[in-house]
């Protein structure tokens, strides 16, 4: 399915929840929402820790987790551990400034289908 109509079928939703609103927007899967939620409620998580908390392998949350590092929706710090070694640990991007992406990302869709309808000729319909 294309993003084109993942985003129809949002716009025929009277209430679209936020999660397919998101994963529509960012074009990620439920999976990288889920994990990008749960990094909302425990900030400073590692992989093993969201896997518990989201009840998943550690693969699936280390994938769901660069689909969001790759998006900025979330960033990774290394912590030191005392006996040596390290660990990453999550934390999502704040809510304010991921909704305001979600804001700017429809505002960009919507221009450019504004654009497409003004471009769009009675003589080109013929064409088609």
């Known amino acids: ?9 949002l716009l025929e939703a009277d209430d679209p929840p936020f999660d397919e609103i998101m994963g ?3 074009g990620i899967q439920g999976r ?17 820790e969201l896997a518990a908390a989201l009840d998943r392998d550690r693969s699936n949350v280390n994938r769901a987790l660069s689909a969001l590092l790759e998006l900025d929706l979330a960033e ?4 030191l551990l005392d006996p040596g070694g390290y660990v990453y640990q999550y934390t999502a991007t704040p809510l304010p ?21 003004e471009a769009f000729e009675e003589q080109g319909a013929a064409e088609e």
């Open 24 to 26: 529509c927007v960012f």
């Open 76 to 79: 990774r710090q290394r912590r």
């Open 1 to 9: 399915m294309s993003a084109g109509d993942d985003m129809g079928q």
């Open 97 to 117: 400034e991921t909704k305001q992406r979600l804001h700017d990302g429809l505002d960009r869709w919507a221009e450019a289908v504004h654009e497409r309808i």
């Open 32 to 48: 990288e929402v889920r994990t990008y939620l749960a990094l909302l409620d425990r900030p400073g998580s590692t992989v093993e």
